[in-house]
């Protein structure tokens, strides 16, 4: 992160923050029960299929801030007149997203 992203907020409302928040805590609850599952040594693909699971509720959660941040913070950097730069992080956070 350089330090023009450290002085950028988003203020999201506090039901969205909740719920954003509160599938953060069940994914992270998830990585703990595979933790647990590796301690216990559990079949390699009941294992594997946790993860694959983890891995589409963070993708979930990275594809509603997507959304949010292209129906506010890129729409309204458009109509201020800074769509171009916001345009560009935009593509470049869906490459990053995307690998």
Do not use: W
């Amino acid at each position: 992160m350089n330090n023009s992203d450290e002085n950028k907020v988003s203020h999201r409302p506090s039901r969205e923050k909740e719920l954003l928040i509160n599938r953060l805590k069940r994914i992270e609850g998830q990585v703990r029960g595979i933790q647990g599952m590796i301690a216990s040594d559990r079949y390699c693909v009941d294992i594997l299929t946790q993860i694959s699971a983890i891995n589409a509720a963070l993708n979930k959660v990275g594809l509603q801030l997507l959304e949010k941040h292209t129906q506010h913070c890129v729409s309204n950097a458009i109509k201020e007149g800074n769509g171009e730069e916001m345009i560009q992080e935009l593509m470049d956070v869906f490459k990053r997203f995307s690998k």
